[in-house]
T-cell receptor, first 112, second 112 residues
Framework: GAVVSQHPSWVICKSGTSVKIECRSLDFQATTMFWYRQFPKKSLMLMATSNEGSKATYEQGVEKDKFLINHASLTLSTLTVTSAHPEDSSFYIC????????FGPGTRLLVL | SQKIEQNSEALNIQEGKTATLTCNYTNYSPAYLQWYRQDPGRGPVFLLLIRENEKEKRKERLKVTFDTTLKQSLFHITASQPADSATYLCALDGGSQGNLIFGKGTKLSVKP
């Protein structure tokens, strides 16, 4: 149990386009989901906390208009990187909370 | 602010030996502490959670200790195998909504 999926697993896009990443808890409901970003050989950096039915809480320094988060249901949260630029290239990981955080497999984004 | 340190960026050991990883923290008294395993290009996988009132917890070949006086957790893998090679992350209870504060991780390499 406690399986979390992410889609897509990797994406390449042109600069200026928007990219949506989905995070789903497959076998449990999660009122809270988290979005992280990870740079090579670095630890996880929390971007925002996503709560079902309410606005996400963003960490300091994370632009909420740049990284749009929608937690539409108890099993789905989406992260949209708007007007992506090469510096947004990274590994994005979500987690869903049920007693602890269960992580998705991650999405690698490359912006050309 | 809270600070969490994993004392080694990398640890190399011989197959069959016990791997011991250290996690220290300051300026905080977490209610619980967790250990995750992360393989390259993948999301972290939850291993163990230990609460502040627990001294030790075991799961198969894994053992975690939690010393709230020393503000330290030790993570042991006994009879280590090459398949145990990965980065191991220590994470503290972040105080609200299931938030976690992650260490930078220790990359464990088990040589045959």
């Amino acid at each position: 149990g406690a399986v979390v999926s992410q889609h897509p697993s990797w994406v390449i896009c042109k600069s200026g386009t928007s990219v949506k990443i989905e995070c789903r808890s497959l076998d449990f409901q999660a009122t809270t989901m988290f979005w992280y970003r990870q740079f090579p050989k670095k630890s996880l950096m929390l971007m925002a906390t996503s709560n079902e039915g309410s606005k996400a809480t963003y960490e300091q320094g994370v632009e909420k208009d740049k990284f749009l988060i929608n937690h539409a249901s108890l099993t789905l949260s989406t992260l949209t990187v708007t007007s992506a630029h090469p510096e947004d290239s990274s590994f994005y990981i979500c987690s869903a909370f049920r007693e602890t955080q269960y992580f998705g497999p991650g999405t690698r984004l490359l912006v050309l | 602010s809270q600070k969490i340190e994993q004392n080694s960026e990398a640890l190399n050991i011989q197959e069959g030996k016990t791997a011991t990883l250290t996690c220290n923290y300051t300026n905080y008294s977490p209610a619980y502490l967790q250990w995750y395993r992360q393989d390259p290009g993948r999301g972290p996988v939850f291993l163990l959670l230990i609460r502040e009132n627990e001294k030790e917890k075991r799961k198969e070949r894994l053992k975690v200790t939690f010393d709230t006086t020393l503000k330290q957790s030790l993570f042991h893998i006994t009879a280590s195998q090459p398949a145990d090679s990965a980065t191991y992350l220590c994470a503290l209870d972040g105080g609200s909504q299931g938030n976690l504060i992650f260490g930078k991780g220790t990359k464990l390499s088990v040589k045959p």
